[in-house]
């Protein structure tokens, strides 16, 4: 069976992966039912040991527009009444009935509603990602050097499968070309630039590196050969997605995961915005 998750999940789930170093933590964690044999998924699962003892707080999660009811929090009591859970604990995005709350109370069943972020006036970044969008920038690069022999005759070499060495003519310094093809690629004002200038889709663009001093090429022959140009072919793919952004206002603090979808992959940006401070902005790309 998929494991299901969803951004209300994950968001509660890097909130405790937060909090103590001392926790692991796990997103759709399977236990076994002790009566049916059955294999049941709980959304989050965190997990320590005391002693000879292992705890293990479970929490379980509901993005819904009403607040939860009575029925499920009785519900999630029976789940976890035949599974190892020492500790349950239910978020709710909602809220909960009070009914609800003091069962959960009497059943000795911890709920976490967060509070709402719209009247937070210090949760800048969070609020402008509404309906915002997300471009990604997926870049190829080869590369060719151009140089002349001591005839004057023009040579160009491209087979980037090579790594050419190149020497400073005064210094003596040499450096190789993947090493400027690794530095070309990690820019981030070129990468800026790619996506600024780039239509949806496949873009080509090439790219002139000036090295700061004049250059010789060593070739395979052990030949020294004066380069006048070092190229960059670039292949560029820009893609575009809507954002959802999920946002919680916990302990003080407004924490935020908004998410791009892609047909290949997903673009999460973690956010933690305190008052006074500087927001932490936290990004990866998930492939699907």
Same mark, same amino acid.
């Given at each position: 069976m998929p494991q299901r998750s969803n951004s209300f *999940?994950?968001?509660?789930?890097?909130?405790?992966?937060?909090?103590?170093?001392?926790?692991?933590?796990?997103?759709?964690?399977?236990?076994?039912?002790? !009566?049916?044999?059955?294999? +049941?998924?709980?959304?989050?699962?965190?997990e320590s040991k005391f002693g000879s003892h292992n705890i293990i707080i479970s929490i379980e999660c509901r993005d819904h527009k009403r607040k939860c009811d009575t029925p499920w929090v009785e519900s999630m009591k029976s789940k976890h009444d035949s599974l190892p859970t020492s500790k349950l604990v239910l978020w709710s995005a909602s809220g909960f009935y009070k009914p609800a709350l003091l069962k959960a109370e009497k059943l000795n069943i911890d709920t976490v509603t967060p509070d709402n972020i719209d009247e937070v006036e210090w949760s800048k970044l969070s609020k402008s990602l509404r309906n915002g969008t997300i471009e990604l920038l997926d870049s190829k690069l080869s590369f060719f050097i151009d140089v002349e022999n001591e005839n004057k005759e023009k040579i160009r070499y491209d087979n980037n499968e090579c790594n050419y060495v190149l020497q400073e003519i005064e210094s003596g310094n040499t450096f190789d070309i993947q090493s400027v093809k690794q530095y #070309?690629? /990690?820019?981030? *004002?070129?990468? =800026? %630039?790619?996506?600024?200038?780039?239509?949806?889709?496949?873009?080509?663009?090439?790219?002139?590196? #000036?090295?700061?001093?004049?250059?010789?090429? #060593?070739?395979?022959? /052990?030949?020294? &050969?004066?380069?006048? +140009? #070092?190229?960059? =072919?670039?292949?560029?793919?820009?893609?575009? @997605?809507?954002? /959802? !952004?999920?946002?919680? &206002?916990? *302990?003080?603090?407004? @924490?935020?995961l908004a998410v791009g979808e892609f047909?290949?992959?997903?673009?999460?940006?973690?956010?933690?915005?305190?008052? =006074? %401070?500087?927001?932490i902005v936290l990004t990866g790309i998930v492939k699907k």
């Open positions: *999940q994950k968001l509660v789930k890097i909130l405790n992966e937060r909090l103590d170093g001392s926790w692991i933590v796990s997103e759709s964690k399977m236990f076994t039912d002790s !009566i049916t044999g059955e294999k +049941r998924e709980v959304d989050i699962v965190i #070309i690629a /990690n820019d981030p *004002q070129i990468g =800026g %630039s790619l996506l600024k200038h780039s239509s949806l889709g496949e873009n080509d663009f090439w790219i002139n590196y #000036i090295h700061p001093n004049k250059c010789f090429l #060593i070739n395979e022959n /052990n030949v020294k &050969l004066s380069v006048f +140009r #070092i190229g960059f =072919g670039v292949k560029a793919k820009v893609e575009r @997605s809507a954002l /959802n !952004i999920t946002s919680i &206002l916990h *302990q003080g603090k407004v @924490s935020s047909p290949d992959k997903k673009m999460e940006m973690f956010i933690e915005e305190t008052k =006074g %401070s500087e927001p």
